[in-house]
């Protein structure tokens, strides 16, 4: 079956530093992977989208990268600041429409 | 620009009663609509998509059910709520296409008691 798996529930990290999630899948062939960002109660909010044939994309302090033989994505955060405390979810476009998400990271950044 | 509205925000209902949430989405037309639900501290389980009015797919067996009535309008309904039913109600909408972001609402907060 297909599965998204976000291996770290919760990260903590010092203020300044790089903070990075990762999202694994499994019987997926996905031409594209999205992360998001939730904070407490609301809807998540959009952030990258990485297609199949980037490596990397980036915005502001933000990278990601897609590795479709490890089916791995890398969520990166630099010079972490305490305002980016929430959780971080890795989505995938599973056919016909469909998108599912991973269980999320809660990553806290301590001041 | 776009806008997703979902409502009500917040719901107390008894085991057994109805349940009715709707979502309307303004300045697009023929969106992919989606409805998901978060447990407490959980991930967001899809339980029905929509590619167009009509059009329902179900992702889990369970006792709620969708439909959509107008091209924007997606609506969550029960017969007999269940105490599992509690939860983080999402709704969502994509353009048309294989790369689309996702809108989320801002949410309903069921409770069954």
């Known amino acids: 079956s297909q599965k998204i798996e976000q291996n770290s529930e919760a990260l903590n990290i010092q203020e300044g530093k790089t903070a990075t999630l990762t999202c694994n899948y499994t019987n997926y062939s996905p031409a594209y992977l999205q992360w998001y960002r939730q904070d407490p109660g609301r809807g998540p909010v959009f952030l990258l989208l990485?297609?199949?044939?980037?490596k990397e994309k980036r915005k502001e302090r933000l990278k990601v990268t897609f590795d479709t033989t490890l089916k791995q994505s890398l969520f990166h955060i630099t010079a972490s600041q305490p305002a980016d405390s929430a959780t971080y979810l890795c989505?995938?476009?599973?056919?016909?429409?469909?998108?599912?998400f991973g269980t999320g990271t809660k990553l806290q950044v301590i001041p | 620009s776009q806008t997703i509205h979902q409502w009500p925000a917040t719901l107390v209902q008894p085991v057994g009663s109805p349940l009715s949430l709707e979502c309307t989405v303004e300045g697009t037309s023929n969106p992919n609509l989606y409805w998901y639900r978060q447990a407490a501290g959980r991930g967001l389980q899809l339980l029905f998509y929509s590619v167009g009015i009509g059009q329902i797919s179900s992702e889990v067996p369970q006792n709620l059910s969708a439909s959509r009535p107008q091209d924007r309008q997606f609506i969550l309904s029960s017969k007999k709520l269940l105490l599992s039913d509690s939860g983080f109600y999402l709704c969502?909408?994509?353009?048309?296409?294989?790369?689309?972001?996702?809108?989320f609402g801002n949410g309903t907060r069921l409770t069954v008691t």
């Open positions: 990485i297609r199949e044939n980037e």
């Open positions: 969502a909408w994509s353009m048309t296409g294989f790369d689309s972001p996702l809108h």
């Open positions: 989505a995938l476009f599973g056919g016909y429409q469909k998108v599912t």
